[in-house]
């Protein structure tokens, strides 16, 4: 039986994932303020749902959890983004410094 995707485009929805997914890492990063043990320990969580859980949860093929995985990370991430309008969570005086204007420039 052939198989549904081609592996050229495996790599293409996953490395598009991975960009997601560091979004959400990044995001998680602001909002914890800048503590990397609990991204560390988010990231840990991440991989382990995509890795053990993802049986119990998808029953299937493996194509059909890579799938499904990559879009729920695709969509949360895309809310995220679209929440913070882009920032990820950076306070408003993080995003002012690095822009070099302020609400007083205004």
């Given at each position: 039986?052939?198989?549904l995707v081609s592996a050229p485009v495996f790599f293409i929805?996953?490395?598009v994932s991975l960009f997601f997914a560091r979004a959400l890492f990044v995001w998680?990063?602001?909002v914890t303020a800048f503590s990397v043990v609990l991204v560390a320990i988010f990231h840990a969580s991440f991989d382990a749902a995509i890795s053990q859980l993802s049986y119990?949860?998808?029953p299937g093929s493996n194509t059909a959890r890579f799938l499904i995985f990559t879009?729920?990370?695709v969509v949360f991430a895309t809310a995220v983004i679209i929440a913070t309008k882009g920032q990820l969570g950076r306070a408003k005086a993080a995003v002012e410094t690095q822009a070099g204007v302020s609400d007083l420039d205004m």
């Open positions: 039986m052939e198989a929805i996953g490395f998680f990063y602001n119990e949860v998808v879009g729920v990370i």
